[in-house]
């Protein structure tokens, strides 16, 4: 992947973990492999950062995880979205939408 990696903001990792899951349930390595994949390889996050954050959501209910296979054949903890996770998803992405456009003109104003 061509781009540099970019240490992630403040508050992004929930909301690209919440886009990861947006298309199905996916494992932890999946949801890395995922969000390097959306943001072309932008941003790489490391287990100690993922998982961490993983439970935190799973406790705010955000997120529901089970046990299974991974491709692998090996076993493994997947996660999906929950109702409140959806609302939460619709709600920091209309949030980092704002913030994105507040930037990108503060960026090109002169």
Do not use: C
């Not at 992630?8 to 349930?25: H, N, V, Y």
């Not at 491709?71 to 994105?100: C, I, M, P, S």
Request: charged share 25%.
């Amino acid at each position: 992947m061509g781009s540099k990696q970019t240490t992630l903001l403040q508050g992004t990792l929930d909301l690209l973990i919440l886009k990861a899951l947006g298309t199905g349930e996916l494992h932890g390595l999946g949801i890395s492999r995922r969000i390097e994949q959306m943001t072309r390889g932008t941003f790489v996050v490391k287990p100690g950062s993922l998982f961490p954050a993983l439970h935190r959501m799973e406790e705010a209910g955000w997120l529901s995880g089970f046990w299974g296979e991974s491709e692998n054949n090996r076993r493994a903890k997947f996660y999906r979205l929950t109702k409140a996770g959806d609302a939460q998803l619709e709600h920091e992405t209309e949030q980092w939408t704002r913030v994105a456009t507040a930037m990108t003109q503060a960026l090109k104003a002169t």
